[in-house]
């Protein structure tokens, strides 16, 4: 594995972490972690694709003055494009919503892979009353305490538990230490449109949900999705990457490969 920096238009330099040989594949992980969250998959993948695990603007060795959800998709477009040739996006969760915005601006991304991007089709997704106060938390240095109350605006109350171990991409420090990057995402992700025909698409989109998260925004958007279908995954959340790697890892390959 080797590091790349990206230049995104703001002039920021975003980081990409490239390993294996084959098809480009470009990789945006979700809001509370680092391009490590993929370690688990990677091995699999890089058997099949040139991987590109991009870490995402505000953290880690992407730093940024800036955090907007329009630089993100410049962000990401900057890294696809840096490629040449036709990628395959994978975006999980918050990285979801950059790749779709990507997906409308560049023509090259050739298949497209959503894991449970948190858009307010259904119902909004987070609470605006409990984002100020995290955000409140925030200002006072509480970064902790932060952490809590925006876990509880999204609707997780106990999810993930504390921890004193800092050697996992989810465990409690790492979330604490992306507080600053995830409260302008959360702001971001309360303007969100409803409108499930603000995320059409033209690539072939493959949308994976996990059994035991709420589907009903997944299959909305599936609705508005010319090319697309839906695929499940047994028995998982929303951190099948970090739970279920085999699982995962062959679903990705399965439909890039067919």
Not at 20 to 33: N, Y
Not at 205 to 219: A, I
Request: some cysteine; proline content about 8%; overall charge negative.
């Amino acid at each position: 594995m080797h590091t790349i920096k990206v230049q995104s238009p703001d002039g920021t330099s975003i980081a990409v972490d490239v390993s294996g040989a084959g098809p480009a594949l470009v990789l945006l992980h979700g809001s509370l972690v680092l391009a490590d969250y993929w370690d688990a998959v990677l091995p699999a993948l890089a058997e099949h694709f040139t991987v590109y695990a991009v870490e995402r603007r505000g953290r880690g060795r992407s730093p940024a003055a800036s955090h907007t959800l329009e630089r993100e998709r410049e962000d990401a477009t900057a890294v696809i494009e840096s490629i040449g040739a036709p990628v395959h996006l994978l975006g999980h969760s918050w990285g979801a919503v950059v790749a779709l915005l990507a997906a409308q601006v560049t023509t090259n991304i050739a298949r497209l892979i959503l894991y449970e991007p948190p858009l307010p089709l259904v119902a909004p997704v987070v609470s605006g009353e409990r984002l100020a106060e995290a955000h409140l938390l925030g200002e006072r240095g509480d970064w902790v305490g932060s952490l809590r109350v925006a876990l509880r605006s999204v609707g997780i109350e106990d999810g993930y538990p504390e921890s004193d171990v800092d050697d996992s991409p989810i465990s409690w420090p790492a979330m604490v230490r992306s507080m600053p990057s995830w409260l302008p995402e959360l702001d971001e992700c309360v303007a969100l449109s409803p409108d499930p025909n603000s995320w059409v698409v033209a690539q072939e989109t493959l949308v994976l949900v996990g059994t035991e998260h709420p589907q009903r925004t997944m299959q909305k958007l599936l609705c508005v999705q010319r090319n697309a279908r839906i695929w499940s995954l047994p028995g998982q959340g929303h951190e099948a990457p970090i739970t279920a790697p085999s699982l995962f890892a062959s679903e990705v390959i399965r439909f890039l490969a067919t």
